[in-house]
Antibody, heavy 120, light 110 residues
């Protein structure tokens, strides 16, 4: 059974870079049928798609975040990574790793999420 | 404000049937398949419906969904106390070239 587990620092200072890793087990990120991405949820708010990437390199990003985010798939470690640069308090959120069953489809599997707080 | 419009809140009594709407446009619901999620407080979203009206294994038949034109809806029959949660619709938007979520509907079982 596929499992996704997010990891990374829970606290990041303003203007710094947020970096998270998602370790996938029970399924290969090298599978051609899926994209791997991230969704976040600010405190008390709804879900916001960040973007997703394919093991062969095709990547899509939320236009509102595209200038600051990067998602990559590491097939050797079966991991997915997210970086967000120049963070502000508005980037404080629970970050979910997710498996998408295609380029134009929403997630079918989610990690448990990791809370990242941006504060000095 | 989300491109997909859902009612912020809804309430029902045990045993009742409720319906949650998701209104979009030709570039999203009108062109692509809709997915629905259930999110309990403090937990990750759980897949309820995919490709407009398909239920993954393990999701009870009490949950059903439909789509017409640029709107979709999720119906829950035989409402139970553990249906109390937030429900989100999601779909790819061809104009934004990205995935969008509805603002979510908080369902309260009275």
């Amino acid at each position: 059974q596929v499992q996704l587990q997010e990891s990374g620092p829970g606290l990041v200072k303003p203007s710094q870079t947020l970096s998270l890793t998602c370790t996938v087990s029970g399924f290969s990120v090298n599978n051609d049928g899926h994209f791997w991405g991230w969704v976040r949820q600010q405190p008390g708010q709804g879900l916001e798609w960040i973007g997703h990437s394919h093991n062969r390199g095709g990547t899509y990003y939320n236009p509102s975040l595209e200038s600051r985010v990067s998602i990559s798939v590491d097939t050797s470690k079966n991991q997915v990574s997210l970086t967000v640069t120049s963070v502000t308090a508005a980037d404080t959120a629970i970050y979910y790793c997710a498996r998408d069953w295609g380029a134009f489809h929403p997630p079918d599997r989610w990690g448990q999420g990791i809370l990242v707080t941006v504060s000095s | 404000q989300s491109v997909l419009t859902q009612p912020p809140s809804l309430s029902g009594t045990p045993g009742q049937r409720v319906s949650i709407s998701c209104s979009g446009s030709t570039s999203n619901i009108g062109s692509n398949s809709v997915t629905w999620y259930k999110q309990l407080p403090g937990t990750a979203p759980k897949l309820l419906i995919y490709i407009d009206n398909q239920r993954p294994s393990g999701v009870p038949a009490r949950f059903s969904a439909s789509k017409s034109g640029t709107s979709a809806s999720l119906a829950i029959s035989g409402l139970r106390s553990d249906d109390e949660a937030a429900y989100y619709c999601a779909v790819w938007d061809d104009s934004l070239n990205g995935l969008i979520f509805g603002g979510g509907t908080k369902l309260t079982v009275i």
